[in-house]
């Protein structure tokens, strides 16, 4: 299995909901990680985990909350998010080592009303 | 701050034609992506260099990391529509960790 899934794909949330965003990867990878993407720009780095646990976060705000069950798991919780936080959310996983070769999962598109 | 450069930023030409992106940086890298993405879709990793001076291929997609391990291009010969997304660099720096420094990508439409 060399693949990184995510569901749901689109999501549609209002501002006072709170819904979770799940990652799932089977290769191995002790490091997982969440981006948010805008169109036609790179992804920005939000939360990294290493071996289960939170190594980096970006300053990201607390209305999203990162969570690692297990080692091939990762959700982020969203609440009270605004209209500027839709984008597309991604998930990938890497070893760790000095490559940092990370792979992508699809995607979830966000849409916050 | 590790930043990459890459040019150009959006290219558009004819099916059948030639290309060259590059990603440019006055750091050092200790491996480089490269990934193509499609829109709604996740980057799909495409290739990593690792040696400085290395050269890969993948069918009509030619990688090469500068000497220094500062640069890197992808040449596309004979472009397809099939090859039409939006290219991004990565690089992973020798003191960034688990950090990848992103270019800001070129965006490539092949029209046929």
């Known amino acids: 299995d060399t693949e990184v899934t995510q569901t749901p794909k689109h999501l549609v949330m209002g501002m006072t909901n709170k819904k979770s965003l799940k990652c799932e990867q089977h290769?191995?990878?002790?490091?997982m990680y969440w981006y948010k993407q805008k169109a036609k720009k790179p992804p920005e780095l939000m939360f990294v985990y290493s071996y289960e646990k939170l190594s980096i976060n970006e300053s990201v705000p607390s209305r999203f909350s990162p969570e690692c069950p297990n080692s091939s798991l990762l959700n982020l919780h969203l609440h009270a998010l605004q209209p500027e936080d839709s984008a597309l959310y991604l998930c990938a996983s890497s070893l760790i080592g000095e490559t940092n070769e990370q792979f992508f999962g699809p995607g979830t598109r966000l849409t916050v009303l | 701050t590790q930043l990459l450069e890459q040019s150009p930023q959006f290219l558009s030409i004819q099916e059948g034609e030639n290309l060259t992106v590059y990603c440019n940086s006055s750091s050092v890298f200790s491996s480089l992506q490269w990934y193509r993405q499609e829109p709604g879709e996740g980057p799909v990793l495409l290739v990593t260099?690792?040696?400085?001076?290395e050269v890969k291929k993948l069918k009509r997609l030619t990688f090469q990391f500068g000497d220094a391990r500062k640069d890197s291009s992808l040449h596309i010969t004979a472009a397809q529509p099939g090859d039409t997304g939006l290219y991004l660099c990565a690089g992973a720096g020798e003191t960034s960790g688990s950090r990848l420094t992103f270019g800001e990508g070129t965006q490539l439409t092949v029209n046929p």
């Open positions: 290769m191995g990878h002790r490091a």
């Open positions: 260099v690792v040696t400085g001076g």
